[in-house]
Structures are given as C-alpha cells and as structure tokens.
C-alpha cells in the first residue's frame, strides 16, 4: 500500500487526536457542558487538537524521521491515554520524574491486561501498519508545495476556528488550563522535552552545597535524643479517624496518650519524587525545585555533620536522593526484612533497631520509609488479618472494583500503619530511660479515590485536590524530654505544612543554627527563650 506524505500525516493526525484524548476531550466537556450550547466549539477544540498534531508531524516528516517519529508518538499516545482514562493522571515533568525512579515492584503493580491490550490495539498494531505502508515521494518541488499547502490549510483551519468561537477559546486558554494537560501525545512530549532538558525537577550532578554551616548542638545538653522519623507512603489526612474520619482506622493510636494530630497540613507535592526530598530540605515548597535540592546537603547531612548518628530504613523505592551520604539500610527484600508474605511489610524496619541504638553513644535519629499505603494495589499493603473492612478491591485494576471496595481496602492499609505506628512507640517506650524521645509521622502526599474521576496522584499542584495534598502529621512525645507541651497542643491546630519539618527537627536535637525558621516550628522546647 502506497499513501502520500499529506495523507498519512492527516490519518494520522485524526487517530492519535481520536484514540488517546478521551480524557481530554470529557474533562473540556465539563469545563464547557453540551447542554450549554457548547458542542460546535466541543466539535472544533477537536479538529484544532488535531491540526496541531498535522503540524507536529509536518515538521518531523522527512524521508528519515517520520516513521520513526511516530512511532514514538503512537506507544506514547497509547500508554499515557491509558493512565489519563482510568487514573486521571496527568504526565508532566513531575510524573515523568516518579517513573524514572519508580522500581520494579511499583512498575508491576500498574501493569494490567487491559494497559496490555491498549498498547497493543492502539499503539503495536498501527506501528506495524505504519511500516508496512510505503511512503510516495514526489519531486522536491512538489514535495515542497505540498508541505506548503498542507501547513498553510491547517494553520487556516486552527485560525479560523479560534476567531469563530473566540469567547470560547479566549476562556479555554486563560482559565481552564489544566484541562490542557490532559492532551495527548502534546502534552507528555512537550513534559519529556522539559524533563531532558533540564527542568527544575531534574537531579543534577556536581558538588554539593553546605547548609546551615552554622549549625552546632547546645553545649551543656547532657540528655540524648532519639526520634524515629516516620515517612508515611499516600495516606490523607481524611481517611484517618483521629482526623474526624467516621470509620475506625486508628483503633491503636485513638487509644495512646501524648498524641498530637496536627490539622491542615499541606504537603510539598503530590509525588514521592518530590515530597521527601522537600521534607528534608531548608527550601521552602514555594521556591522548591528537586534539582537544586540535589544539589546542596539537606537535614540529615546537618545532623550528621554536628553528631547525631543518623539512619535511614527504607520499605519503599528509595530516599529520592536525601540518604545518599548517611546509613542506609533496604529493607523491601526477605534477604535484610524479616517479615515478609506477598510483599515485605513495615513493621520488619524495626527488626534489629536495638542493636543499632545501643551501638550510638549519642543522639540517635532514625528514619523508616514506609511502603504504606502505596497505590493501585493497596490490598496488597497489608497482611490478611487486616482485612477489616469488606468487601476489599482485591485488584490493581481499579476499574474492577467499586468505588467502595477501593476505599475498604485503602482504609485496610490506613489501620496497619496505625497499628505500625503503635509497635513504633512502643518501642520508643522501651529507650525512654536512656533518651528524650519522640515519634514524628508525615505522609508524603495523599491520594485521590474517585473524586472528580481521580485516581492515585501525581496532579500538578497547581489544580491537584486536595486528597492528594492534605496529609496527617502525628507526633507522640516520651515522658522525659524537653518539650514545652502547651506548644504542642497549641500548635496542632494551627496549619502547617512539610516545611515545618526541616527545623522542627532541628529544634528537637537542641541544634544551634541561624537557618531554624521559628515560625514554622511544630513545638518548643521549654528551655527556649
């Protein structure tokens, strides 16, 4: 089969704009409802979307590059339409940075029959029909008027569409712009192009800067602190009952006393990649940017350089660079985790921790990076017996389950973190004779369970609800330390954020340095001024 230049770009302009923006095209109609009269410029936004694409491909169609050009934008189309459709995801920078340091365990969770199927029916198969058609190539002049007209209809077309619905259009671009996120294959290669070439959310290479070059531990402090740092994994604030959550997800911390629940919360991101690199970081979310953190130590290197013994206990991916210059310990194989069934479980970060503690002659800081209740398979994320509430979605394919099964199995997951949690302090409990102790758990982000057709995370912030950005923050203090605990009931009803962490922390090890930001603080110490 034999086909034009113009008309291969045409057919495949129309497939790419029609197959893979169901997303895009249900999230304009909402912006802009049928019922409004809004269903000519409906019509329209589709027929510019994919004059866009015609120009796209114009551009890269030469004798070499087409072909493989699209093909790229066939399996790209394909994949990112499938997690637009069923998750709502949106592939920006920040996602393309959660898959390039997402493992394996997490990839498969994702992996189902119908992503298999879509890949194969809307990108392999039209791949293999591309290469088999063969291109007609005429002389360079023709060639070059037929490029001409070819840009010039569809430049043509896409204006006379804008100026003929322009109040529409004016509105689509000036106050609906995340709906344009959401057109595929445009958007995620513009994100990829971003990503490559050096975006704020890549890591970079080089030496790193010092911070808080001031930092020193009080002299006089004869006490030893120990505080385990609890980096929760997709939990929201609201799925929690010590939130006000009507279902009983912390049946273990509900019944512990000094326990602060600190409200509206707010996290740095939406994403892992992003979030625990903030958390740890003296850059505020506002001027946050996972390149520059990469490149200047961060809270644990602090503690470390003053003296605190630091160690970091991961059950997850990794620790997004933070962990890079102290301890650190994998704990997401039965090789080092001793408590492992169809996944290894949280709780085996606490195997052995003894040992460590009464190896340090000083302070001690420890954090446990918890696989928690990491999505789309969270009825993997907790052993049997915490099958509480049923019927659980018992799939990766959420598509499978109803809206209340995939919240039964998420609230499973919620309960064995609370019950985590509970063997944390309790182990706490047991080191309170020898140091001031405390617990500190922060989830990283939340997670979206249908609302607004969203599922899992990873939304820009910009537009990202507020599942996905409201977290729980939970303290638990020892009987011995010297925190002033009118602070910390007072201070749990005032908003916070991730920043609060950087010198909470600080604070809590009686670290002296100009970079505390007093303001952001969780508690003080009784001792302070």
Not at 182 to 195: D, G, N, Q, R, V
């Amino acid at each position: 089969m034999t086909v034009s230049t113009s008309r291969l770009i045409i057919l495949s302009a129309a497939f790419l704009s029609l197959s893979a923006n169901w997303q895009f095209f249900s999230t304009a109609a909402n912006a802009f409802p049928p019922s409004e009269g809004n269903v000519l410029f409906l019509c329209s936004l589709a027929v510019v979307h994919a004059c866009v694409l015609a120009l796209l491909l114009l551009a890269a169609s030469s004798r070499y590059t087409f072909k493989p050009v699209l093909t790229v934008l066939l399996m790209v189309a394909a994949s990112a339409a499938y997690f637009s459709d069923h998750f709502g995801s949106v592939i920006d920078d920040t996602m393309i940075l959660n898959m390039a340091q997402t493992d394996i365990r997490e990839t498969l969770d994702l992996v189902t029959l119908e992503l298999i199927a879509r890949l194969l029916l809307l990108g392999v198969l039209p791949i293999l029909l591309l290469w088999r058609v063969r291109i007609r190539r005429n002389s360079w002049r023709s060639e070059t008027r037929m490029r001409m007209a070819l840009a010039g209809g569809v430049i043509i077309t896409i204006v006379s569409l804008i100026l003929l619905f322009g109040s529409s259009y004016a509105s689509f671009f000036r106050e609906f712009k995340p709906v344009r996120y959401y057109a595929t294959p445009t958007y995620p290669i513009y994100s990829l192009a971003k990503f490559i070439g050096g975006g704020p959310n890549v890591l970079t290479s080089g030496p790193i800067t010092e911070i808080a070059e001031d930092a020193t531990l009080a002299e006089g402090d004869t006490h030893r602190e120990l505080m385990i740092l609890v980096i929760g994994e997709t939990a929201r604030a609201d799925h929690l009952s010590l939130y006000g959550y009507p279902r009983d997800t912390n049946p273990v911390l509900s019944k512990m006393d000094e326990i602060y629940t600190y409200q509206n919360v707010s996290a740095c991101g939406t994403s892992t990649a992003v979030s625990v690199p903030c958390i740890f970081s003296d850059i505020n979310r506002a001027d946050f940017n996972v390149g520059e953190a990469g490149a200047s130590e961060n809270l644990l290197d602090v503690l470390k350089r003053v003296g605190v013994s630091v160690l970091w206990r991961d059950n997850n991916s990794d620790s997004k660079g933070v962990a890079l210059r102290v301890d650190y310990q994998d704990f997401k194989t039965p090789e080092r985790n001793p408590v492992c069934d169809d996944e290894c479980r949280d709780v085996g970060m606490l195997d052995g921790l003894q040992e460590y503690i009464d190896a340090q002659s000083g302070d001690v800081l420890i954090v446990l990076h918890q696989m928690g209740n990491h999505g789309p398979a969270y009825y993997k994320r907790y052993p049997p017996e915490f099958e509480h509430f049923t019927p659980a979605c018992q799939s990766n394919k959420l598509s499978e389950c109803s809206n209340d099964e995939i919240i039964n199995a998420y609230d499973n997951a919620i309960r064995y973190t609370d019950w985590f949690l509970g063997q944390v302090i309790d182990f706490l409990k047991k080191n309170q004779d020898g140091y001031e102790s405390m617990m500190l758990y922060v989830s990283d982000h939340g997670e979206s369970l249908g609302e607004y057709g969203m599922y899992l995370h990873g939304a820009p912030y910009a537009f990202a609800p507020s599942a996905q950005t409201n977290v729980p923050l939970i303290i638990w203090e020892g009987e011995e330390n010297d925190i002033d605990e009118e602070s910390l009931a007072e201070l749990e009803l005032k908003g916070t954020s991730h920043d609060a962490i950087y010198s909470s922390v600080l604070t809590f090890f009686e670290v002296n340095t100009t970079d505390i930001e007093s303001d952001l603080e969780l508690f003080r110490l009784d001792n302070a001024e």
